[in-house]
Nanobody, 126 residues
Framework: QVQLVESGGGLVQAGGSLRLSCAAS????????MGWFRQAPGKEREFVAA????????NYADSVKGRFTISTDNAKNTVYLQMNTLKPEDTAVYYC???????????????????WGQGTQVTVSS
């Protein structure tokens, strides 16, 4: 069974940084697109960033552009989300997701992602 395991969440002050990691259990994810989504209390899940495994195609939500960077490490089957200049409004549970192999479009729509991690909490204090 395919698994995605996130780590790296925590509590940080506004202006600080965190790096989230998502380890994929199967090498088939080399053929897939990986994304990060987040869900704050009382709000719908929203797109944050996505990337293909070669790293040459990325997509960012406007709210995080210039502050967050998504990247991949093929050797480790891991995708990262470097989050800088964090704001209280970035507080949410962050989820890693993957599209099915051979689905190469780097999309923002959560329903187009087939596999999901369990989520990791990010809390930014003011």
């Amino acid at each position: 069974q395919v698994q995605l395991v996130e780590s790296g969440g925590g509590l940080v002050q506004a202006g600080g940084s965190l790096r989230l990691s998502c380890a994929a259990s199967k090498r088939t994810f080399i053929m897939s697109v990986m994304g990060w989504f987040r869900q704050a209390p009382g709000k719908e899940r929203e797109f944050v960033a996505a990337i293909n495994w070669s790293g040459d195609n990325t997509n960012y939500a406007d709210s995080v552009k210039g502050r967050f960077t998504i990247s991949t490490d093929n050797a480790k089957n891991t995708v990262y989300l470097q989050m800088n200049t964090l704001k209280p409004e970035d507080t949410a549970v962050y989820y890693c997701a993957a599209r099915r192999p051979l689905q190469s479009a780097v999309v923002r729509t959560d329903s187009l992602y087939a596999y999901w991690g369990q989520g990791t909490q990010v809390t930014v204090s003011s």
